[in-house]
């Protein structure tokens, strides 16, 4: 059965640090690793990584993925307060079914 | 507002009624996905359509739960004889297959229906 699992389930940081939350997955037929912020309601996506090694970068945020070993990770650099929110890891098959992990809920205080 | 959008936004009602929810994908969108949330958890799938077929479905997706999609457009997702474990956010979301191989293939989420049963 496919599976994503994702680590910390929780974590908590000041404003200004560095945080990397890792997702690794189990998906037949892999295609495809997203990466989503969901707030309050929806999802909004952040980035999808389809090869291995090859670093997306928005802003404070990067993500990286690793097919041999089947894990990504998520970079937030210089966290903000806005960053407070559940990060969600999905892999998709060729049949682009999505398979989410729990989540990581990022705190960042003041 | 050309995204996802689903109505209602909240349901409440009784054990042992039935509810339906709607989701309007985003327009050209051929694949259509419901998915479950509950606090604490990720989005889990539910069912997904390409255009009107119903191509898959959880195991989590009981006898009382039956989605619909019969023009390819939009999609209704039933629960019929509601258990306080249902109570959930409830997920649409749609992509654009015809974009695989080249282009994203991200979903696009709907703000969801929190449904509660009580």
């Known amino acids: 059965e496919d599976k994503v699992v994702q680590s910390p389930l929780s974590l908590v940081v000041h404003e200004g640090d560095t945080v990397t939350l890792n997702c690794s997955y189990e998906?037949?037929?892999?295609?495809?690793l997203l990466w989503y912020k969901q707030e309050k309601k929806a999802p909004t996506f952040l980035f999808m990584l389809?090869?291995?090694?090859i670093e997306k970068k928005s802003g404070r945020l990067s993500s990286i993925l690793d097919k041999k070993e089947l894990f990504s990770i998520l970079n937030i650099t210089a966290t903000q307060t806005g960053d407070s929110a559940v990060y969600l890891c999905?892999?998709?098959?060729?049949?682009?079914?999505?398979?989410f992990g729990p989540g990581t809920r990022l705190s960042v205080l003041p | 507002d050309t995204g996802v959008s689903q109505d209602p936004r909240h349901k409440i009602t009784k054990r042992g009624q039935n509810v339906t929810f709607r989701c309007d994908p985003i327009?050209?969108?051929?694949?259509l996905y419901w998915y479950r949330q509950t606090l604490g958890q990720g989005p889990e799938f539910l069912t997904y359509?390409?255009?009107?077929?119903?191509?898959?479905k959880s195991r989590l997706l009981s006898d009382r739960f039956s989605a619909e999609r019969p023009k390819g457009s939009f999609s209704t997702l039933e629960i019929q004889r509601t258990e306080q474990g249902d109570s959930a956010m409830y997920l649409c979301?749609?992509?654009?297959?015809?974009?695989?191989?080249?282009?994203?293939?991200?979903?696009?989420f709907g703000q969801g229906t929190r449904l509660t049963v009580v």
């Open positions: 359509f390409q255009n009107e077929a119903q191509l898959e």
């Open positions: 389809t090869s291995s090694g």
């Open positions: 327009s050209e969108h051929n694949r």
């Open positions: 979301a749609s992509s654009d297959q015809d974009r695989l191989p080249t282009g994203n293939t991200e979903a696009f």
């Open positions: 999905a892999g998709i098959n060729y049949g682009q079914n999505f398979v």
């Open positions: 998906v037949t037929n892999f295609r495809s």
